[in-house]
């Protein structure tokens, strides 16, 4: 658990040292961050964090507007943004691991490319400072912002507006949220919640607690991963659930200790809510059960009191980032953080309280302190007949910028969440294809199976894995191989040292290099395409139970009696023929399979 400092007056360095140890503590602390700079006599305070959607990096920001990438993986730093204005909020692209947001005090969003480390480009449209950025969960080109004035719906590769609202003065915005499911906007204000349809910002529904406690004001919101359910926190302590299907209100909860709620996350693939108090704890709840899970404060030697300001957690849900009060940045592992849960058990007495006034609120008419407007671009396309616009997301009404469906500048990997009705690629065309016509074109064959296996294009990782060099047990495959060709042996060489790299078990694999060269054949200098495809290939459909992939093993793990009924259904001619083998035809059948049918025909047939 060491404490490390970061010169910011370096472009890049070292996050730690070889003599720093990195064991989680008893609280599933990893290290403390902070910064150092030789003309300024302070540390400058971190202010907000984000994980990148490969959970490899994470991006800190600090009060005078710098930026620091921090790369997990290769124990790096990279100075983003040497400074400006203070910041205040920061964003990952939620499928661009590269893109990065800023919100920064001035009313302005700064848009960096982290690889690059270049300024893209500023989106402007806030008179004040930025409250919040929220990300499409599947869409790369769309950003929500808020400030006190206004709520943007930004496409990010043009730096343009698409829809916005703006708010009164006397009535300010406290937060703005898009739903996972891309549905919905949820704008916050201190007496309500709105709820508002994504595709053209039409009033869906309104959001207030119940009369008793119309004093309490909110402050943060957050909605499940299957936006069922909305999280609305304020003052005193005060937790309230809507249904976003009903639009009731389903339970109405109180911190024991009474401390105001700042902030609220739904915890990654759990049913769990994280709040960060005024009091610096950071608090677990799990409002199914009305029960505290946790309750934890900063317990090492350097928080001196000091508690939790901002958290943040990566979407796999290993890693938590905390900003804390005293300006550093602290990284939890959240599997340490639930087994010090286990062992530090809250007694029923610390279980959150149900306030006994709970009644359903039905939906109230739109608010006149929110004015509806529409930039010049053009919302989602309405159905035909005059009617209102369906109950509907981006991929089942694409939106549209000007004469450009947005769509179409997904990223290859996320064109298979379209559904089968989408203009654009889909699964059960490329069915109907091989139907008709019996093979890909050649020209599109690589596409095709790059869209197919959903590969995601993750150079940096494989750029990591390269530079390892041979693996050891792939250092003389030339003795083995019967590749005459010097270039494709050196590609295989360098795909089974990254495959060894990447899963050690792979490295002690009969046969390996039978089932990698034919991606390597198919994808042709792409190696990290090929890489990608032998990868997917392998973890997906490489395993038979609980054995791992091309094990040696006293028999094929295959089963001989699905085996036999399979040649004599469908090739029947050949069962006396292979009773006659000194082979069974188990054995003879997992040879062809291990090898992807490559000795049976060329690449060219078989990834067609």
């Not at 890049?12 to 990893?30: C, E, H």
């Not at 159905?383 to 997904?410: E, I, K």
Request: proline share 6%.
């Amino acid at each position: 658990m060491p404490d490390l400092v970061i010169d910011t007056a370096r472009a890049t360095g070292r996050i730690w040292t070889p003599r720093s140890r990195l064991a989680p503590s008893n609280d599933g602390l990893l290290f403390t961050l902070t910064t150092s700079h030789p003309a300024r006599p302070t540390a400058s305070s971190f202010t907000d964090a984000a994980f990148n959607c490969r959970c490899d990096a994470v991006a800190a920001l600090t009060e005078h507007g710098q930026v620091i990438g921090l790369e997990l993986q290769h124990n790096r730093y990279t100075l983003l943004k040497r400074g400006g204005a203070t910041g205040v909020c920061v964003a990952y692209s939620s499928t661009v691991a590269t893109e990065l947001f800023v919100g920064l005090s001035d009313g302005s969003i700064d848009v960096i490319d982290t690889e690059k480390r270049l300024l893209v480009g500023t989106l402007r449209g806030h008179r004040h400072a930025i409250r919040s950025l929220s990300c499409h969960r599947t869409q790369p080109l769309l950003l929500l912002t808020c400030s006190a004035d206004a709520v943007v719906l930004w496409h990010t590769r043009t730096l343009a507006r698409v829809l916005h609202l703006t708010a009164n003065v006397a009535r300010p915005l406290v937060c703005a949220v898009l739903t996972p499911s891309g549905e919905h906007v949820l704008t916050c204000f201190e007496q309500e919640v709105r709820v508002w349809r994504s595709a053209d910002f039409a009033a869906v529904a309104t959001f207030r607690l119940p009369a008793a406690h119309s004093t309490v004001r909110l402050r943060t919101l957050c909605v499940n991963e299957s936006s069922s359910t909305v999280v609305a926190t304020g003052d005193a302590g005060v937790i309230a659930l809507w249904s976003l299907r009903t639009h009731e209100l389903l339970k109405l909860l109180q911190l024991p200790s009474g401390s105001s709620v700042s902030q609220a996350i739904w915890m990654p693939a759990s049913d769990h809510v994280a709040l960060i108090c005024d009091d610096g704890a950071l608090r677990v709840v799990l409002p199914a059960a009305d029960e505290l899970s946790l309750e934890l404060r900063p317990t090492d030697q350097r928080a001196k009191g000091s508690g939790f300001l901002r958290v943040v957690t990566d979407v796999l849900g290993h890693s938590l980032a905390a900003v804390r009060t005293d300006g550093s940045l602290a990284l939890h592992t959240l599997e340490a953080l639930g087994q010090h849960a286990v062992g530090h058990a809250k007694p029923p007495a610390a279980t959150a309280r149900l306030i006994p006034a709970l009644t359903p609120r039905s939906v109230a008419p739109p608010h006149p302190a929110l004015a509806h407007q529409r930039a010049s671009a053009q919302p989602l396309a309405a159905s035909g007949g005059g009617g209102p616009a369906p109950h509907t997301d981006f991929f089942r009404a694409p939106l549209m910028q000007g004469a450009t469906n947005l769509a179409q500048l997904l990223p290859l990997y996320q064109l298979g969440s379209l559904p089968a009705s989408s203009s654009l690629l889909h699964v059960d065309r490329l069915r109907g294809v091989l139907r008709h016509v019996g093979r890909f074109p050649d020209k599109h064959r690589a596409l095709v199976w790059r869209f197919l296996l959903q590969l995601p294009g993750n150079a940096s990782a494989h750029r990591g894995l390269a530079d390892k060099g041979t693996h050891s047990a792939h250092a003389t495959p030339h003795a083995r191989s019967s590749l005459r060709n010097r270039r494709l042996r050196a590609r295989l060489e360098r795909a089974l040292s990254c495959l060894a790299h990447w899963c050690p078990l792979l490295g002690e694999a009969a046969d390996l290099d039978s089932a990698v060269f034919p991606w390597l054949l198919a994808f042709e200098g792409d190696e990290l395409a090929g890489f990608e495809a032998s990868a997917t290939v392998l973890s997906n459909w490489g395993q038979v139970r609980s054995q791992p992939p091309f094990r040696t093993q006293a028999r094929p793990p295959l089963d001989p009696t699905r085996v036999s009924f399979f040649s004599r259904k469908h090739a029947f001619f050949l069962t006396p023929h292979a009773c006659l083998l000194p082979v069974s035809i188990s054995d003879g059948t997992f040879r062809l399979v291990s090898s992807l049918l490559r000795l049976l025909r060329p690449h060219t047939c078989v990834f067609s």
